[in-house]
């Protein structure tokens, strides 16, 4: 048998993993059409990149799981389950494109919703006037049926698992791309982000970023992190999937980050690898503490905790949780009409 460079099988499986959950940026399936000057297979993203650079250095610290879901397809505990079962000693998380996909749709589900108020209210007439302005005011105060402030709390629903069981979280922003390239590129799927569109990535950027802050979370700068690299011309192939080479820059960055984390992350025998996902037999262990207060005391009870501890509601350890359903938005195709 020809041993080439690279951990062995057996020592590959001891690595600790880093697990990555993104939407389409990380990898679409379909995204390609007669409408693209670039085209590129799974083998030119971040996380393939990634973990090839990972496994064939001299010597490799962890490994790179990529779980390919647009976040679609599930509930947010659909995603906890699928991180969970990887036992990630990192989560990598790229979302919030789709919340962004705004369109007239949504502003006739305000007008339905404000209407049947009114039935039950003083019945005084109200006129409502449609414009992209507005449609983007209304989202980003949260007047919508999405919403900056309903991502956010998906998203806390999300770190928070991992954060209460001590596993880091690196948490990458939306790209807000400049004013003069909404619209100017839009191949993926026909959609055509409406006018202010920007203004639309950073409020999303805006209500997660603090959730993150408060749990500790590391976060990585996506729009920075464009322009730093020439902007969305080169960064992006249309409105919002990366380009393979900010894709490679992407890899290149995450590496040292997370190996950094790693070196600092919990051993091989902390309590939290036999609390990862579902419910235990016998007796509890004592570094596991049964939260009892309300969702907004989580991070001050966590804090106050010893890093040896872990924190978790009693159903996270009574059975799995895995609903059958979707608590994502759909989008109707914003093609021109």
Known sequence: MIQGPGPSHD???????????????????????????????YDSTFPHLWRKAVLTGDRPTYDVVHIPDHFRGGTVQNNIVRLAL???SIVVVVDGIWETLI??????????????????????ERRFE???????????????????????????????????????????TLPVVP????????HAGDYR??????????????AVLPVM???????????????????PERALIDQWHFSPEFHAHLADVLDPLCRSLIEHGQSGDHVSHRYMLGGRVGKIDEHVVIHKGDVDDEVR?????PQSAILVYTTEIETVDNPRGNDRAEFEKQADR
């Open 193 to 206: 982000p409406i006018e202010h569109w920007d203004e639309c990535l950073a409020a999303i950027n805006a």
């Open 103 to 124: 369109n007239k749709r949504h502003f006739l589900d305000y007008v339905e919703r404000k209407v049947r108020g009114q039935e039950n209210g003083s019945g005084t």
């Open 301 to 305: 009870v966590l804090n106050e905790l």
């Open 86 to 88: 990887t036992d990630p």
């Open 11 to 41: 020592r590959l499986r001891r690595l600790p993993n880093v697990s990555v959950l993104g939407d389409s940026r990380v990898f679409d399936t379909y995204f390609t059409g007669d409408n693209y000057a670039v085209r590129y297979g």
């Open 179 to 186: 004013k003069h390239y909404v619209g100017a590129t839009f």
């Open 130 to 172: 449609y414009s992209s302005r507005k449609l983007v005011d209304l989202f980003i105060a949260n007047e919508l049926s999405v919403s900056p402030r309903a991502f956010a709390e998906r998203s806390r629903r999300l770190v928070s698992y991992f954060r209460r069981r001590r596993r880091d979280v690196v948490w990458l």
């Open 213 to 231: 802050e408060s749990y500790g979370c590391t976060v990585l700068d996506l729009t920075g992190q464009m322009m730093a690299f020439g902007g």
